[in-house]
Structure formats: structure tokens, C-alpha cells
């Protein structure tokens, strides 16, 4: 999907992601040959030092509260408010403890799916999606 929708990196944690294994390669259809996949050490870490060449963040998802009080974050904007012109790069949280603080500080902006209250989230892969596609 993210090759569909004009991705130029794939970026991932080293700890707490899935590895590249044959079983990933035969779930992405063979795209993870074509994207550019870099795992990091430190993916907050990575995101400031890629804002120095001007490309900006949005975070996705929930904020990770084990480490402390989420309240301390704005609202998160609409998906659609945002201009995603330029170069600019999606964090996703993930499904079960969503974005960690210090990687959300890292983003420049918070965002959301707005969706219908009987839906309590979606999929990771579906907002991906929905939000990449938005961006192309």
C-alpha cells in the first residue's frame, strides 16, 4: 500500500516491530524489494535529526500513557486539516499501546480519523491506508 500511495522510505523500530521475514516479504506481495525499508535504533531520535532536512511529521493514534500523563497533549487535528505538501513523513501508533510520548513530541503535528462514535478505532493498516491515500 504505502508503494501505491508514493512512499519514498519506510522507516521502523528496530525494538518492539515485526522483522523483515519471508512471511513479511510474502504478505507485502513483494513490495518490501521495492520500498526503501530502514530500521532504527531510536525512531524519535531519527525523526528529529530528518526534520533538519525539512521534512515535517504527523502522528497517528493514540497516545502511549504507561509512561505518564497523556493529558498533557492537545486534542489531535482532523486528518484532513493538515496541508501534506512537501516532504513529510507518517507516524503510525501502534494498534495495542498506540505513539510514545517522546516520538509524538518528535511529530509537528497530532492527527486523527474522525469515524462514527460506534466505532471505538481502526485497523493500523486501514488508517494508514486512509491517510496515505489522502495524502497522494
Known amino acids: 500500500m504505502a508503494v501505491a500511495a508514493g512512499v519514498d522510505a519506510i522507516i ?3 525494538h518492539g516491530s515485526a522483522s523483515l521475514t519471508p512471511y513479511v516479504e510474502k504478505a507485502s506481495a513483494g513490495l518490501t524489494c521495492v520500498a526503501n525499508m530502514v530500521e532504527v535504533a531510536n525512531l524519535a531520535d531519527t525523526l528529529e535529526r530528518l526534520k533538519q532536512h525539512k521534512i515535517w511529521w504527523a502522528g497517528a493514534g493514540v497516545v502511549d500513557d504507561s509512561e505518564g500523563d497523556a ?3 492537545e486534542k489531535p487535528l482532523d ?3 493538515i496541508d501534506y505538501t512537501g516532504p513529510f513523513g507518517l ?3 501502534s494498534e495495542g499501546s498506540g ?7 518528535a511529530c509537528d503535528y497530532h492527527i486523527t480519523i474522525p469515524m462514527s462514535e460506534l466505532v471505538e478505532s481502526l485497523n493500523v493498516s ?3 491506508g486512509v ?3 489522502e495524502a497522494y
Not at 505513539?99 to 513530541?105: A, F, G, S, T, Y
Open 12 to 14: 521502523y523500530p528496530k
Open 79 to 81: 486528518y484532513h486539516s
Open 131 to 133: 491517510i496515505l491515500f
Open 71 to 73: 493529558s498533557e497533549y
Open 126 to 128: 486501514v488508517a494508514t
Open 91 to 93: 507516524v503510525m501508533g
Open 99 to 105: 505513539i510514545r510520548p517522546r516520538v509524538l513530541k
